[in-house]
């Protein structure tokens, strides 16, 4: 097949090419980012970072730049499409994305920390900010990371079970605000129709998934993958054998754990040992 002719010129990258719709936008009017901003509402300094691809901000702004703009719903097409693009993972976890936007249930296993899916910005900043990331890099995944929250909202949300092992419960952030807007996000996630959670105390001993976090997805042909990672590196499993070894691990440990309303009230007794702000 021969190459795409590309006709526009512009960026055949999600991400990129949202920014640079922005732009052009916006110099066709022959406005500046200040005015702009008195237009629209926000800051100035947001659609900078938006122009420059160092943020995608929130749907709010897309729909109110399509207001603004006269276009409606293509700005919230593009934010869609850049929130959803797996290149803004690193490589190994491309395959794993695109797969994860397909599935029609999942169901993951946590030993240290929250799934990407639950976590809300602070944790992720702390999370990744661990693994090296600093500065628009860091700020870039977090966003990428929490973009995937989407994929359990709304009617036709899939299905999705998170067995947490007691100590990732355990183990707060360094700020103590942000670990009860955490536990408070899985207490409301936790009510939602699509969304059981599951708490593994330490006494249910020794299990087949002891020092991995694992993941996985049921597919529209009915098939199973799995995706297991710890601080180093992750694999995606796709072999039969193997994801029915680890389905069955996963299945024991499901029998040990907390009920969904014995799980929901031991996050709300971590919630209540959350030390207050002093008051002043």
Not at 61 to 86: M, N, S
Not at 243 to 262: F, G, H, K, T
Request: proline share 5%; aromatic share 8%.
């Amino acid at each position: 097949m021969p190459p795409r002719r590309v006709i526009t010129g512009r960026s055949q990258e999600p991400r990129r090419r949202y920014a640079e719709e922005l732009r052009l936008l916006r110099v066709s009017r022959g406005e500046s980012l200040r005015d702009l901003a008195k237009v629209v509402g926000w800051d100035a300094s947001l659609f900078g970072k938006l122009e420059s691809g160092a943020t995608l901000g929130s749907p709010e702004v897309a729909e109110a730049l399509d207001q603004h703009y006269g276009t409606p719903g293509l700005l919230l097409a593009l934010w869609e499409l850049a929130v959803a693009d797996p290149t803004q993972f690193k490589e190994r976890y491309r395959r794993y994305m695109v797969l994860e936007s397909e599935a029609v249930s999942l169901w993951h296993f946590g030993v240290s920390i929250l799934p990407g899916v639950l976590q809300t910005d602070a944790y992720a900043y702390e999370v990744l900010a661990l693994g090296g990331y600093k500065g628009k890099k860091l700020d870039q995944q977090v966003e990428a990371r929490t973009g995937r929250r989407k994929l359990l909202d709304g009617e036709d949300a899939p299905p999705f079970r998170a067995l947490l092992a007691e100590v990732v419960l355990r183990t707060p952030l360094r700020d103590a605000e942000a670990w009860r807007e955490q536990l408070e996000y899985l207490l409301d996630a936790s009510e939602r129709s699509n969304i059981t959670l599951q708490v593994l105390p330490p006494n249910s001993g020794l299990h087949g998934l002891v020092s991995t976090d694992v993941m996985f997805l049921r597919l529209l042909d009915g098939g199973t993958v799995a995706y297991m990672e710890n601080a180093h590196r992750g694999e995606l499993i796709e072999e039969n054998a193997s994801v029915e070894q680890l389905q069955r691990a996963y299945d024991a440990m499901r029998d040990q754990a907390l009920n969904p309303a014995e799980s929901r009230k031991f996050i709300l007794r971590m919630l209540e040992e959350v030390p207050c702000e002093p008051s002043t």
